[in-house]
């Protein structure tokens, strides 16, 4: 098993609609989870951080099941600037200050 | 408060020579980590250092790779005799530490190989 698996996609939506990605995780000692996205050719820029109390960051929504070891993140009004690939990130023990398991991705393209 | 800086963003080298690969991490930050990431491929970790210490190289090939984060200076990944395979992107993150577990990345080092 991966140890962090993504829906590669590509998921193509339009413009105001809502997606969701998912992500499983297979590290039960993973402390720290963490949405990034990154865009072509440039380097992974953290979108937030996960919480299993949930959190949401405007448009923005992510949720953390542990006892499924599964993540999601919900975008709502979906805006042309969030095409880019969604990276599921968890980190690799049971410190905080440990690196980082990065899914492969899922690439998301909002249609005019 | 300036971002993770990498230098050089682009670095051609041919089979054989040696690549220097330099990270000054964002001001404040005491951990860095190297990962590269292969072209079509995801994020791969490589090695996590605090100032003078390597604390985790587990992702580290075992020859020709090496790195270090001096007590003065930016961190240096160093690949000797370089292969077509190392062509990647190499990305450098740091992180707080103490405060904030949450890791910021500086802009690359495209590295090709020919």
């Known amino acids: 098993r991966k140890e962090v698996e993504q829906d590669p996609g590509p998921f193509n939506v339009p413009e105001g609609a809502t997606v969701a990605f998912n992500c499983t995780y297979s590290n039960s000692a993973s402390q720290s989870f963490f949405w990034y996205r990154q865009d072509c050719r440039k380097e992974p820029k953290l979108l937030m951080s996960?919480?299993?109390s949930g959190n949401e960051d405007g448009r923005f929504t992510a949720q953390l099941n542990r006892a499924s070891q599964y993540i999601s993140l919900l975008i709502r009004d979906s805006k042309l600037s969030d095409s880019a690939t969604y990276l599921c990130?968890?980190?690799?023990?049971?410190?905080?200050?440990?690196?980082?398991?990065f899914g492969k991705g899922t690439r998301l393209s909002v249609i005019a | 408060n300036a971002g993770v800086m990498q230098n050089p963003r682009h670095l051609v080298r041919r089979r054989g020579q040696e690549a220097r690969l330099r990270c000054s991490p964002m001001k404040g930050h005491s951990h860095v980590y190297w990962y590269r990431q292969l072209p079509e491929e995801g994020l791969k970790f490589m090695v996590y250092l605090q100032k003078e210490n390597i604390i985790d190289e587990s992702g580290m090939p075992k020859e020709r790779f090496s790195a270090e984060f001096p007590k003065e200076g930016p961190s240096i990944l160093r690949i000797q005799q370089v292969v077509r395979g190392d062509s990647a992107a190499y990305f450098c993150?740091?992180?707080?530490?103490?405060?904030?577990?949450?890791?910021?990345f500086g802009p690359g080092t495209r590295l090709t190989v020919t």
């Open positions: 996960v919480y299993s």
């Open positions: 993150a740091s992180s707080p530490g103490l405060t904030s577990y949450e890791q910021y």
């Open positions: 990130v968890v980190n690799k023990g049971r410190s905080g200050n440990t690196p980082l398991v």
